[in-house]
């Protein structure tokens, strides 16, 4: 996980599965956040970046425990975000 924005990886560093949200926080809707990681409850850090992220515009990462990337999509929709937990994270 390359430290860019700097200061990523000190956030990022504690034990667990982090989801990085890149773009403005009104974007993510709560409930689909909640839905996704429902049952995963103090496994997955949800850190919002805003505007500085890793990745332009609107997109979303997983952080695996080891501290690589595991998962990465564009926009909003957590579809794929749901079906990657579902395999390596069952509830």
Request: no cysteine.
């Given at each position: 996980?390359?430290?860019l924005?700097?200061?990523l990886?000190?956030?990022t560093s504690?034990?667990?599965?982090h ?13 689909e956040?909640?839905a ?9 850090s ?5 505007t ?6 609107l ?7 080891d ?6 999509d ?9 079906a ?8």
């Amino acid at each position: 996980m390359p430290d860019l924005p700097r200061g990523l990886q000190p956030r990022t560093s504690a034990p667990g599965w982090h989801l990085l949200l890149a773009g403005p926080s009104h974007h993510w809707s709560e409930e689909e956040l909640a839905a996704a990681l429902r049952g995963r409850d103090g496994l997955v850090s949800v850190h919002r970046m805003g505007t500085a992220s890793p990745w332009p515009g609107l997109a979303h990462g997983l952080v695996r425990p080891d501290g690589y990337i595991g998962y990465v999509d564009r926009g909003t929709q957590l579809a794929g975000l749901n079906a990657y937990l579902d395999r390596w994270l069952p509830r």
